[in-house]
């Protein structure tokens, strides 16, 4: 199993964009500078906080950078997250503090004006705080909030007088943390309270780099109000605010958070690149990346030595930067690298060489690393429930099917289920002719209306060949997605020995006709669906067994010519031999398939000319 957990280490030769990320803050030498880390759920935008992290810590002069990591979707429904993240800045800054007196005394300072505002000023909505003359933060907030405090039109005496005990109540709580001469009211107490900020990391001699990460995870409430308290200490020299979110997200939480307001895309904007001065997107997956990925995964899984698996990343991000020259990160290039790797090993670079293409271009996937990680990770399962079961199950094979699982429709992964339970033998033989065709590199025509996707076209030319192979057990080990139940399993116990005796037929049989007749109506049609099932596996049309199956069937039944008729008039005429035409011309309702067939471009002249002389017999 691989852990969906963020990363430290490098697949994927994104410590460049890290790199980069590092040097701006370094460069920007205590300018205040804020960065956005954005990217869709999934793509690592939280191991791109890692990488930029170890790129800082691992400079020579690391003791310059103070981190403060800080999660705000840990908060949400605990604590108010504006005040956890100043609370957890002023404590990094004491914990730093502790080995000189001057800018301890300074740190607790800081602590202590944190502590007053997290009491006077974050407790209160933003309407409130306008009210008592809080400054807003964030001119939106501000907005939003009067509206929200006025919205009803009618503000009485009373209110005022509510607000004005409040404010003393507040006021009264912050004398308790802050010294008698300190400034009370809630505007003197936030420019002090930067102030003191400005002043504690002058005498650390620190730059403070604060990483936020999960903020998209939030309820729109929490992440406006971690932004909100960004805003205090941005644009304070010795700053620097690192933020990972989905920029869409945060600009969707913006507009439902300030929902009374009436916000243009282009206000929501500026709210947004007020706070970012340096926008940073993860880059996304081709399909190099995405089979370095999967390569690396299994190595990282194979239990190699900690220095020979850094050796192969290195190698690897090395290739990686090289592809725009044309160069791959593909098996061939792993074998040199890893040229006595164990045969497991091989299979699994083996099985992510021929899928990252899929993966890559599959829209349900989109070459997402988390989504990757679940793939491989529900592979994993099933093998190991094959494995307890004692089911013999291939894993390219299983890989194959969890993909079309995952990445076709649920209509055309229910049909190839479907196919699969009610064949005798478990092969989804409907897939042999485009599978032949995807794999001559011809245009796969004529798919099923369920199987019509560029997704389907791509996923059938992916070794192995699967028409001809025994899908039962991967269906079994996958049944958490769709249960076994097979035509046989609905039919009565009477139905299913007489099935059983039709398909045994080998020519027509009266003897049976009068058992088939007294079944219901539900068993016909199931014993139907089973036979057309069977039939359509048949590639040569002459007397096949399943033909006297029908025709006993019909004999019997003769409502059930209605669905044979329709295949043997969807049947491609190339199936066809002349030794059929005559078992169907004393047939009523086989009539008009006859005159279809005799006049279809590309029928056999022979099979033409049975059908000829059976209408001179006539």
């Known amino acids: 199993m691989w852990s969906d957990n963020d990363t430290r280490r490098d697949f994927l030769n994104f410590r460049c964009v890290a790199d980069t990320a590092a040097e701006l803050i370094v460069q920007a030498d205590g300018t205040p500078i804020s960065m956005g880390i954005s990217g869709g759920w ?10 930029i992290n170890d790129a800082l810590s691992q400079r020579s ?56 505002i997290r009491a006077a000023g974050f407790a209160m909505g933003s309407g409130v705080a306008m009210a008592f003359g809080v400054p807003p933060v964030g001119v939106i907030g501000a907005a939003a909030g009067a509206v929200r405090g006025m919205v009803d039109g009618d503000v009485t005496g009373a209110d005022v007088a509510a607000a004005n005990k409040s404010a003393g109540e507040l006021a009264a709580a912050g004398a308790g943390v802050l010294k008698p001469s300190a400034p009370s009211t809630p505007p003197a107490q936030i420019r002090a309270l930067r102030d003191q900020f400005r002043e504690t990391l002058k005498a650390l001699d620190v730059t403070l780099v604060v990483l936020i990460d999960d903020l998209d995870r939030c309820l729109p409430g929490t992440a406006i109000s971690t932004l909100e308290a960004v805003r205090l200490f941005l644009f304070l020299p010795n700053a620097a605010f690192i933020i990972a979110a989905d920029d869409t997200m945060i600009r969707q939480a913006v507009k439902a958070h300030f929902k009374d307001v009436e916000l243009d895309d282009d206000l929501v904007t500026n709210y947004f690149d007020k706070l970012i001065q340096v926008p ?292 491609d005429v190339g199936r066809l031999t002349p030794a059929l035409i005559p078992l169907l011309g004393d047939k009523a309702w086989a009539s008009g398939v006859l005159d279809k067939w005799h006049s279809t471009e590309g029928l056999k002249s022979s099979v033409k000319n049975a059908i000829t002389n059976l209408r001179k017999a006539d």
């Open 280 to 571: 940073i997107r993860v880059p996304p997956l081709g399909t190099q990346e995405v089979r370095a990925y999967l390569m690396m995964l299994h190595v990282e899984k194979a239990g190699l030595p900690e220095d020979e698996v850094e050796r192969v990343r290195i190698a690897v991000c090395d290739r990686l930067s090289e592809t725009w020259k044309g160069k791959r990160a593909d098996l061939k290039f792993m074998l040199e690298v890893m040229p006595e790797c164990s045969d497991q090993l091989r299979n699994g670079l083996d099985l992510s060489d021929r899928l990252a293409p899929l993966l890559t271009s599959a829209k349900k996937v989109a070459g997402n690393p988390r989504l990757i990680k679940r793939f491989l990770n529900t592979l994993s399962i099933r093998l190991a429930v094959a494995k307890s079961q004692k089911v013999s199950v291939d894993e390219a094979t299983l890989a194959k099917v969890l993909l079309f699982e995952r990445c076709a429709s649920p209509e055309a992964y229910q049909a190839l289920v479907s196919e699969v339970n009610d064949a005798t033998d478990g092969h989804p033989a409907s897939l042999g002719p485009w599978e032949s065709q995807a794999r001559a590199g011809k245009p796969v025509e004529n798919l099923d209306k369920h199987f019509d996707s560029d997704f389907v076209r791509d996923w059938l030319a992916l070794p192995p060949a699967l028409s001809a192979s025994d899908l039962r057990p991967v269906v079994y080990v996958s049944r958490e997605t769709l249960p076994i139940i097979t035509a046989t399993d609905k039919m009565s116990t009477e139905a299913q020995s007489l099935l059983e005796a039709l398909v045994l037929l080998r020519t027509s049989d009266t003897t049976l006709r009068e058992p088939l007749a007294e079944l219901s109506g539900r068993d016909h049609l199931l014993m139907s669906e089973r036979l057309l099932t069977r039939a359509r596996q048949e590639q040569k049309w002459g007397k096949p067994s399943v033909l006297h199956a029908f025709l006993s069937l019909i004999d019997a039944v003769p409502e059930m010519s209605e669905a044979f008729v329709r295949f043997l008039g969807q049947m």
């Open 42 to 51: 999934g793509v690592g935008k939280s191991s791109m906080l890692n990488l």
């Open 61 to 116: 002069d690391a003791k310059q950078y103070l981190f403060v990591e800080f999660n705000a979707w840990l908060y949400q429904g605990y604590d108010d997250a504006r005040a956890a993240l100043m609370e957890q800045i002023a404590s990094k800054l004491v914990e730093r503090a502790a080995e000189s007196s001057t800018a301890l005394d300074k740190a607790k300072g800081l602590m202590a004006r944190v502590d007053w």
